[in-house]
């Protein structure tokens, strides 16, 4: 059964904090991605990242930096927390389409980590 | 960049009903639409998906459809029941990204 499993379900922070968010996958996928999801705005892409050590900003980088050390691991930096930064944040992966035809595009996430920064 | 919208935000049944949810996307390049079904407490789970090359799909009580032309593709629930009661959304992506464009999300509430 494929798994993508966060850190935190729930987490606590003070604005200022440095917030690191874990993410790992067990299922030898290319592909990882940080997601943030607020009412209303639906998900919107944080960063992801294709290979080890490789990262793509997504539409809302701006507060947030990655790390991608090993393939199955995808860490979300939060570098001062802020308030406006409260929200719940998903973890994604999927196989990397390149030069040959996978059988599925699917993103696979996990359950989400419910970020409150006061 | 892809701009996916979706409608309605919040729509409530009976159940036994129909309910369908639109998106529309801007890009003529995406070829890879998805369905996500999001439980209280879950991360959202894909239900469904069609690529451009056809034009509707079926798997039990749920179908999607896709009109290329007008840029715009549907979910289709037949015979709701309260465990579909979740968020949707619909997604756009492009063979060459590997990432997705999501709608901003459809609350359905099915009442028994």
């Known amino acids: 059964d494929v798994k993508v499993t966060q850190s935190s379900r729930y987490l606590v922070k003070r604005t200022g904090e440095k917030v690191f968010l874990e993410c790992v996958q067990d299922m030898d996928h290319e592909n990882m991605f940080w997601y943030r999801q607020d009412p209303g705005l639906g998900l919107r892409l944080i960063y992801f990242s294709y290979d080890v050590k490789m990262k793509e900003k997504g539409d809302i980088p701006e507060g947030y930096s990655v790390s991608r050390e090993k393939k199955e691991r995808f860490s979300l930096i939060l570098e001062s927390a802020s308030t406006n930064q409260t929200s719940m944040y998903l973890c994604a992966s999927s196989l990397r389409l390149a030069f040959k035809p996978i059988s599925s595009y699917e993103q696979y996430f996990g359950p989400g980590t419910r970020l409150t920064v006061t | 960049g892809e701009n996916v919208e979706q409608h309605p935000s919040t729509l409530s049944v009976q159940e036994g009903d129909s309910a369908v949810i639109k998106c529309t996307y801007s890009?003529?390049?995406?070829?890879?639409f998805p369905w996500y079904k999001q439980e209280l407490g879950k991360g959202p789970q894909l239900i469904i998906d069609?690529?451009?090359?056809?034009g509707e799909k079926k798997d039990q009580r749920i179908a999607v459809t896709l009109n290329k032309t007008a840029k715009h593709f549907s979910l289709h629930i037949t015979e709701t029941q309260p465990e579909d009661s979740a968020v949707y959304f619909c997604?756009?992506?492009?063979?060459?990204?590997?990432?997705?464009?999501f709608g901003t999300g459809t609350s359905l509430t099915v009442i028994p």
């Open positions: 997604a756009a992506s492009k063979d060459t990204g590997n990432q997705f464009y």
């Open positions: 069609i690529r451009s090359n056809v």
């Open positions: 890009d003529s390049a995406s070829n890879y």
